[in-house]
């Protein structure tokens, strides 16, 4: 690299390390902007030498080695956590934020001048907004209830706990169970649980309920149909809210096997857009008229028994039932082959519409007329809103299953009208 090069990049990384300081100082100094000069610790232009004395150091750590470099980072954090302790002590005030944020620019500015800037300017950004929404950060801890906490520390813990350590791969002789795939559809039923209440109690009943869904079958309208009839059946929402919401759900999915459907062959999406877009408009249009209904809560005092985030009993049962249904549709389709496709469609769709679509528009790519496809993808968007209204039987409320069910069949209705004109 020439001469011109190396000091251009030099100069990038220290003015770097530099803005990340003054990013910071500007948020600390923006804090302390009443107290006097000479009477703020660190502000803005503390917090930016800081930034430039990081830089230099990691510069020079490719000169002397990281010996020195540890011995100024360590007189630094002496230094300024003693100053900060005196400040501390004259205010009254026991927060050490200031003292972890002077080690953080410090860290950064050193990481700017010898790692990824890009990835040392994002986590400047970072510190400074963590630092900028102090007030609003605790408002919402306020907010929150220990059982919120327990359940969101569950997801995670079997996300990035549980989740790596089981096989990637089939463990019986038919090549249908994968630990790891049906652990994660434990998580996909926890999350749409878990999203649901965060959304209700975010956004309010009415609002929440929608967003909830739509964000949640976004990844599987089955998890959010579930989770709808569960909330029904235990009186958290109305049950004519709650079909409405999952027949808002069905829509989404009927979008997401129209774009699938397109990134494979325009063929068969040519062949599949009419009924779908008809099921998906009769879906949406039951929606809105069952939250018309007498059932349906016309304020949020319905909402009133809103109770756990994540019903670990529920979860469990209902993600048992899926991964059954999902082994027996992987044996299926290994049993029958290509040639069993409509049996594959019918079986698979009960729990993954995705994967049906996924399957066959591969298949379109090896010869399969795009009308065979389009009616194997059709029939696994039949078997999996079938399977979602026996599900909302099992789980949900009687009333909940009579609306759901009213308006699925509308919707396949419209959509077979379609297919057939």
Same mark, same amino acid.
């Given at each position: 690299?020439?001469?011109?090069?190396?000091?251009?990049? #030099?100069?990038?990384?220290?003015?770097?390390? *530099?803005?990340? /300081?003054?990013?910071?100082?500007?948020?600390? /100094?923006?804090?302390?902007?009443?107290?006097?000069?000479?009477?703020?610790?660190?502000?803005? &232009?503390?917090?930016?030498?800081?930034?430039?004395?990081?830089?230099?150091?990691?510069?020079? =750590?490719?000169?002397?080695?990281?010996?020195?470099? %540890?011995?100024?980072? !360590?007189?630094?954090?002496?230094?300024?956590? =003693?100053? $900060?302790? &005196? $400040?501390?002590?004259?205010?009254?005030?026991?927060?050490?934020?200031?003292?972890?944020? /002077?080690?953080?620019?410090?860290?950064?500015?050193?990481?700017?001048?010898?790692?990824? =800037?890009?990835?040392?300017?994002?986590?400047?950004?970072?510190?400074?907004?963590?630092?900028?929404?102090?007030?609003? +950060?605790?408002?919402?801890? $306020?907010?929150?209830?220990?059982?919120?906490?327990?359940?969101? *520390?569950?997801?995670?813990?079997?996300?990035?706990?549980?989740?790596?350590?089981?096989?990637?791969?089939?463990?019986?002789?038919?090549?249908?169970?994968?630990?790891?795939?049906?652990?994660? !559809?434990?998580?996909?039923?926890?999350?749409?649980?878990?999203?649901?209440?965060? %959304?209700? &109690? %975010?956004?309010?009943?009415?609002?929440?309920?929608?967003?909830?869904?739509?964000?949640? @079958?976004?990844?599987?309208?089955?998890?959010?149909?579930?989770?709808?009839?569960?909330?029904?059946?235990?009186?958290?929402?109305?049950?004519?809210?709650?079909?409405?919401?999952?027949?808002?759900?069905?829509?989404? =999915?009927?979008?997401?096997?129209?774009?699938?459907?397109?990134?494979?062959?325009?063929?068969?999406? @040519?062949?599949?857009?009419?009924?779908?877009?008809? @099921?998906?408009?009769?879906?949406?249009?039951?929606?809105?008229?069952?939250?018309?209904?007498?059932?349906?809560?016309?304020?949020?005092?319905?909402?009133?028994?809103?109770?756990?985030?994540?019903? #670990?009993?529920?979860?469990?049962?209902?993600?048992?039932?899926?991964?059954?249904?999902?082994?027996?549709?992987?044996?299926?389709?290994?049993? *029958?082959?290509?040639?069993? !496709?409509?049996?594959?469609?019918?079986?698979?769709? +009960?729990?993954?519409?995705?994967?049906?679509?996924?399957?066959?528009?591969?298949?379109?790519?090896?010869?399969?007329?795009?009308?065979?496809?389009?009616?194997?993808?059709?029939?696994?968007?039949?078997?999996?809103?079938?399977?979602?209204?026996? !599900?909302?039987?099992?789980?949900?409320?009687?009333?909940?299953?009579?609306?759901?069910?009213?308006?699925? @069949?509308?919707?396949?209705?419209?959509?077979?009208?379609?297919? #057939?004109?």
């Amino acid at each position: 690299m020439p001469a011109s090069d190396n000091l251009l990049d #030099l100069f990038q990384r220290l003015g770097l390390a *530099l803005a990340i /300081g003054f990013l910071v100082g500007v948020e600390r /100094g923006w804090k302390q902007r009443k107290e006097a000069e000479g009477e703020r610790v660190a502000g803005v &232009r503390t917090f930016t030498l800081i930034g430039a004395l990081g830089g230099v150091g990691g510069l020079s =750590m490719a000169i002397a080695g990281p010996i020195p470099f %540890a011995a100024l980072l !360590l007189a630094f954090g002496f230094a300024f956590a =003693m100053f $900060q302790l &005196r $400040q501390a002590e004259e205010d009254g005030d026991n927060s050490v934020t200031s003292t972890v944020a /002077g080690l953080l620019v410090f860290g950064l500015g050193a990481y700017a001048a010898i790692g990824n =800037m890009v990835v040392a300017s994002a986590a400047g950004v970072a510190v400074a907004a963590i630092l900028a929404f102090k007030q609003s +950060l605790h408002a919402w801890l $306020q907010t929150l209830a220990w059982k919120e906490i327990r359940s969101a *520390l569950l997801i995670l813990a079997a996300t990035f706990i549980a989740l790596p350590l089981l096989p990637d791969q089939t463990v019986d002789p038919w090549g249908a169970v994968n630990p790891r795939s049906l652990w994660l !559809l434990t998580i996909l039923v926890a999350v749409a649980s878990f999203g649901g209440y965060i %959304a209700l &109690r %975010a956004l309010g009943p009415k609002a929440g309920l929608i967003v909830g869904s739509l964000a949640g @079958a976004i990844v599987s309208s089955t998890a959010v149909t579930l989770d709808l009839a569960r909330r029904a059946r235990a009186e958290e929402v109305p049950p004519a809210d709650a079909a409405s919401a999952a027949s808002i759900a069905s829509a989404v =999915m009927l979008t997401r096997v129209g774009i699938l459907s397109s990134a494979f062959s325009i063929a068969v999406l @040519a062949e599949i857009w009419p009924p779908l877009v008809a @099921a998906g408009a009769t879906s949406l249009a039951s929606a809105a008229v069952l939250r018309r209904l007498p059932d349906a809560a016309k304020d949020g005092s319905a909402y009133q028994k809103l109770q756990s985030p994540l019903d #670990l009993f529920s979860v469990g049962r209902f993600a048992l039932v899926l991964g059954a249904l999902t082994i027996a549709a992987n044996l299926a389709s290994a049993w *029958l082959g290509s040639s069993g !496709l409509i049996a594959f469609a019918a079986s698979a769709g +009960l729990v993954d519409v995705d994967a049906v679509t996924l399957a066959v528009g591969n298949l379109t790519r090896s010869g399969l007329a795009a009308k065979t496809a389009a009616g194997a993808i059709l029939i696994g968007v039949v078997a999996n809103t079938l399977f979602k209204v026996a !599900l909302g039987a099992t789980a949900g409320s009687a009333r909940f299953t009579l609306w759901f069910a009213a308006a699925s @069949a509308g919707a396949l209705a419209a959509g077979l009208v379609a297919y #057939l004109v």
